[in-house]
Nanobody, 115 residues
Framework: QVQLVESGGGMVQPGGSLRLSCTGSGNDFSIYDMGWYRQPPGKQRELVAVITSGDGTHCADSVKGRFTISRDNAKRTVYLQMNSLKPEDTAVYYC?????????WGQGTHVTVSS
């Protein structure tokens, strides 16, 4: 069982930046592919970015060039650096850990982009 705790959400003006963090429990964090998903108000959850256990990364087209995912296995933490934020980035952001059939989710952190 892996517990994931997100932090770093909040309210920011358009064009601003935030960095989300997700810290996992346990001693095998490095074997997991880690991802960030988001659920905008009234919409379905969608993939934002993933980073594999081998440090390969992928970002959704909607955030490419603005968001960066990274991980620090020693700290059991995955990060999402979000720059040039837009109102349409407003959502609850969820951390995800995946290894084979094992899938875990964090509780989510709110991000609001508004002037």
């Amino acid at each position: 069982q892996v517990q994931l705790v997100e932090s770093g959400g909040g309210m920011v003006q358009p064009g601003g930046s935030l960095r989300l963090s997700c810290t996992g429990s346990g001693n095998d964090f490095s074997i997991y592919d880690m991802g960030w998903y988001r659920q905008p108000p009234g919409k379905q959850r969608e993939l934002v970015a993933v980073i594999t256990s081998g440090d390969g990364t992928h970002c959704a087209d909607s955030v490419k060039g603005r968001f960066t995912i990274s991980r620090d296995n020693a700290k059991r933490t995955v990060y999402l650096q979000m720059n040039s934020l837009k109102p349409e980035d407003t959502a609850v952001y969820y951390c995800n850990a995946r290894y084979g059939i094992r899938v875990y989710w964090g509780q989510g952190t709110h991000v609001t982009v508004s002037s």
